[in-house]
């Protein structure tokens, strides 16, 4: 079975400065992607960046970039430059394979920016 | 343009009522999702359907029916079987093959009264 686990349940940066969060997993697959999706206030889930498991190169989209590192399961969100509007809960979550396609989440990290 | 439409944002239930939450997506996507999102819980998977008039449980299925008649539409039954059925709702639907992830509607609060 699959499972995602983020070990801090909440977090909190300074506005300007970075921070990261934490993700690790289990599965059996051996290609896959890996999302993390952010919950601001408005509960509107919005995707923040994904990895292929095949590739070697971290995902990198805009202030956010991820540090993947397949043989230990581990796929941390790097924030940079923070913003108030990173206020959100951050989920990282992980699909099964097969063609009963489904994401499992994490629990959650909230990260709270503050000014 | 195109996205994905919860409807009601907010929804009241009596204690042994069922209630329908709505879900419409003009995305032309074929697999749609509904988790339920209680705090500390993160997401759980409800039922899910990847082919219209076909749907399998997911996690947490008891206490909730679905139905999937059209590409477009995929209806959430809270039934007075489902003990403790406040929370959030989201629906969500996948492009393709799943590389893209998920695209998310705005979601529903269930509050029972």
């Known amino acids: 079975a699959q499972t995602v686990t983020q070990s801090q349940p909440e977090m909190s940066v300074q506005e300007a400065e970075t921070v990261t969060l934490s993700c690790t997993y289990d599965?059996?697959?051996?290609?896959?992607?890996l999302f993390w999706y952010k919950q601001p206030p408005s509960r509107q889930m919005i995707l923040v960046i994904r990895q292929e498991a095949y590739k070697q190169q971290n995902a990198t989209e805009n202030r956010f970039s991820v540090n993947f590192q397949k043989a230990a399961k581990s796929f941390s969100l790097k924030i940079s430059d923070s913003q108030l509007g990173d206020t959100a809960m951050y989920f990282c979550?992980?699909?099964?394979?097969?063609?009963?396609?489904?994401?499992?989440f994490g629990k959650g990290t909230l990260l709270t920016v503050n000014p | 343009d195109g996205g994905i439409t919860q409807s009601p944002k907010y929804l009241f239930r009596k204690e042994g009522q069922n209630v329908t939450l709505s879900c419409e997506q003009n995305l032309n996507h074929d697999a749609m999702y509904w988790y339920r999102q209680d705090p500390g819980q993160g997401l759980r998977l409800i039922y899910y359907s990847q082919i219209v008039n076909d749907f399998q449980k997911g996690d947490i299925a008891e206490g909730y029916s679905v139905s999937r008649e059209k590409k477009e539409s995929f209806p959430l039954t809270v039934t007075s079987a489902q003990k403790n059925p406040t929370a959030f709702y989201l629906c969500a639907s996948r492009l393709g093959g799943g590389e893209y992830g998920y695209t998310f509607g705005s979601g529903t609060r269930l509050t029972v009264v």
């Open positions: 979550a992980l699909p099964s394979g097969g063609s009963n396609y489904k994401l499992t």
């Open positions: 599965t059996s697959e051996n290609n896959y992607y």
